[in-house]
């Protein structure tokens, strides 16, 4: 027999007898009991998430409870003062419950005080800015905030306190929200006002996300005739819409059930105290894959696999090992410096093949390594030659900014500036070692290309920027706005009689980042334009035509996808928009 005769013999052999034991022990074991052993566990682990997230929601109560230590604050809620008079006195009170109540680790992000009229009283917010905003009022847009649970739960006779969430817009996220009664005494109906807090729900995801124990499993947290409050997974899209069902079902105040064939295991903990269920969906899948007497099974499978594989290796190793043996030895020689000596093997069957091969290798070794050493000399002498290339651009920085000094000692203001604008520009076009900048930086290179081309022109053009803050530090492909106003400047506004004008827009529109590059030039025909960028042809760019906004479409395409580049909107007479839509990325 030949060796892979003798290899395939063996491995089917041994595949053949693991596959007939595996089934064998398999079907002797009770899959159910494994199956239920695997589901209890699971719910230990949720158990356990639900303990940990109750000692948070109870620290964050003895927090709010502290309140009561307000002395000041409580009397003048019980004896019922006008709200002006309240806010008044105790404008700042939820900044002071906030700062000295809580800790950074509680992620407190708001706080409001109220009067049983849901009247607020005080308000306090960490962070006041376009990504980090709150309401001064939860009531101030009811729906969004989700304050119509918060109402319903004041005017109840509910004395634990509520969990709920809502949605906020500007972090793009979950806020979980607290909600605790304030009373003038033990009765239960005397009711004098009462506290929000709003905490981050990375607080809840901190705790949950060490009970994600595999990247199918998805958890999340919800109190009945509530939106969730927070989730945690990844699900499939049909994943997704038995979640959402199930989420409907609770929010309606039903029973969270899912379907028989859905082939997902739903598993629920509630909380003893405060209204939070923790609800898994966990593929079935999964749990027969964690049964621990498979895992026995297997590994008394492979144990067998071996017994039988060395078995039948030392049945064929005779005819096997000799040969190799000698080959190694001869292998070992030439590694230990004899680069001369070649295998001596002359069989017929692969082995005597592997040594013949074993020799054609040495020879191509020795002439490839020869090839290398031509190749590095080479590469030395490449990179010597581009050490020497580098000196010249800072040799023309140096001067330019030389340039520029002098004609400041000279009271040569325009050439001055004309020096230091050119300078910029050569920095910012030949520094190639980033293919990426920002809106801040192609702003800035653009300015100093202007102002170039306004002194060297003697044209006077309007340069009107209305650029969105948000978008100065989102990322763009270098030199991707200069060509188009080049363009503009060559094309648009040389033959233009009266005004000229240019207008660089940038604004930020869902997860977009738009460019317009407008002029009020004499217009062109778009409509053959507009396809060529649409079909991205390379060959323009070859051929040199238009290189500038052929050059920045093929480059937004190629980072970005086909659904981003360059159009170009343009009437005769009225002027031509250059129009730009990339992804944000920051």
């Known amino acids: 027999m030949k060796l892979r005769s003798k290899i395939l013999v063996m491995c089917l052999g041994s595949i053949l007898f693991a596959l007939i034991l595996q089934t064998i022990l398999f079907q002797e074991t009770s899959s159910k009991l494994i199956y239920s052993q695997a589901k209890e566990e699971s719910e230990n682990s949720l158990q356990n998430m639900q303990n940990e997230l109750y000692a948070f929601v109870k620290n964050i109560e003895n927090n709010l409870i502290e309140i009561y230590t307000e002395s000041s604050f409580i009397k003048e809620l019980r004896q019922e003062k006008d709200i002006d008079i309240l806010r008044a006195e105790f404008y700042r009170k939820a900044y002071d419950i906030a700062v000295s109540k809580f800790e950074s680790a509680d992620s407190v992000v708001s706080l409001y005080l109220y009067t049983t009229d849901h009247e607020i009283i005080s308000t306090y917010r960490r962070a006041v800015t376009p990504r980090h905003n709150y309401q001064t009022d939860i009531y101030a847009d009811k729906e969004q905030e989700n304050a119509g649970t918060v109402m319903d739960y004041v005017e109840s006779d509910e004395t634990a306190m509520l969990i709920s969430s809502y949605f906020n817009p500007h972090r793009g996220k979950d806020i979980i929200r607290f909600v605790l009664k304030?009373?003038?005494?033990?009765?239960?109906?005397?009711?004098?006002?009462?506290?929000?807090?709003?905490?981050?729900?990375?607080?809840?995801?901190?705790?949950?996300?060490?009970?994600?124990?595999?990247?199918?499993?998805?958890?999340?947290?919800?109190?009945?005739?509530?939106?969730?409050?927070?989730?945690?997974?990844?699900?499939?899209?049909?994943e997704k819409d038995y979640y959402a069902e199930i989420s409907r079902q609770i929010a309606s105040g039903g029973e969270a059930v899912i379907a028989e064939n859905s082939r997902q295991e739903l598993f629920k903990i509630k909380q003893d105290k405060y209204n939070l269920t923790a609800y898994s969906l966990m593929?079935?899948?999964?749990?027969?894959?964690?049964?621990?007497?498979?895992?026995?099974n297997l590994i008394l499978i492979a144990s067998l696999m071996i017994l039988l594989a060395s078995a039948l290796t030392a049945a064929v190793s005779k005819s096997v090992t000799r040969p190799l043996e000698s080959l190694m030895d001869t292998i070992q020689r030439i590694k230990d410096g004899d680069r001369k000596l070649r295998s001596v093997l002359k069989s017929k069957d692969e082995i005597g093949r592997l040594g013949t091969s074993f020799n054609e290798m040495l020879d191509q070794t020795e002439e490839l390594r020869e090839r290398e050493n031509q190749a590095n000399r080479l590469l030395a002498q490449a990179e010597y030659k581009a050490l020497q290339a580098q000196i010249n651009p800072h040799f023309l920085y140096n001067t330019l900014d030389t340039m520029s000094s002098i004609a400041e000692v000279k009271n040569c203001r325009e050439v001055s500036l004309l020096s230091q604008s050119l300078s910029n520009i050569f920095r910012y076009s030949l520094n190639m070692k980033e293919h990426l900048s920002t809106v801040a930086k192609e702003i800035m290179h653009l300015k100093n290309y202007s102002y170039v081309m306004s002194v060297r022109m003697q044209d006077h053009v309007n340069y009107i920027y209305e650029i969105d803050e948000r978008t100065l530090q989102d990322k763009i492909p270098r030199i991707s706005l200069q060509p188009i106003v080049e363009n503009a400047l060559n094309h648009g506004l040389r033959n233009k009689r009266g005004d000229k004008e240019i207008k660089i827009k940038t604004e930020a529109e869902e997860g977009l980042l738009k460019i317009c590059i407008a002029d009020n030039g004499v217009g062109m025909e778009a409509d053959e334009l507009n396809e060529r960028l649409r079909r991205n042809d390379l060959s323009y760019i070859e051929e040199g035509n238009s290189i500038g906004l052929y050059n920045i479409n093929a480059r937004l395409k190629m980072l970005y996808g086909e659904s981003y580049g360059l159009s170009v909107e343009s009437r005769l007479g009225e002027g031509t928009s250059i129009r730009m839509t990339l992804p944000r990325e920051q």
Do not use: H
Not at 283 to 296: G, I, Y
């Open 182 to 238: 304030l009373y003038g005494n033990s009765n239960p109906r005397d009711k004098i006002g009462y506290i929000v807090c709003d905490v981050d729900s990375k607080a809840f995801v901190s705790i949950m996300e060490k009970y994600l124990t595999d990247n199918t499993m998805y958890i999340w947290l919800q109190p009945e005739r509530d939106r969730p409050v927070v989730s945690l997974g990844e699900t499939t899209d049909k």
């Open 283 to 296: 593929p079935q899948s999964v749990l027969r894959q964690n049964q621990k007497n498979l895992t026995v």
